[in-house]
């Protein structure tokens, strides 16, 4: 956890971001997306590892948004 500062709240205010917190979230947000690839297209790791990540996320567009009945029903990925 990180320490208080006493310049804080003037960062928030100020619209400051802690560049930690953001990183963070670029890295959930890999994280999931080589999930998704193991769990639904039965990739390795390592395929995860080596795949163009920009390719596969036009891909996964492509997937989810402009195919979304045929590739969702069958995975079970979003079934609730």
């Known amino acids: 956890m ?5 310049f804080d709240d003037y960062d928030k205010e100020n619209g400051y971001e802690d560049e930690e917190i953001e990183e963070n979230k670029y890295v959930d947000i890999l ?3 080589i ?13 995860c590892m080596d795949m163009d990540i ?6 996964l567009e492509f997937d989810m948004v402009r195919n ?12 609730s």
Do not use: L, N, T, W
């Open 2 to 6: 990180k320490e208080a500062s006493a």
């Open 31 to 33: 994280f999931q997306i």
């Open 35 to 47: 999930r998704y690839g193991m769990r639904v297209h039965k990739m390795s790791y390592s395929e």
């Open 54 to 59: 920009v390719d596969y996320i036009d891909y």
């Open 68 to 79: 979304p009945i045929e590739s969702h029903s069958a995975s079970g990925e979003f079934e």
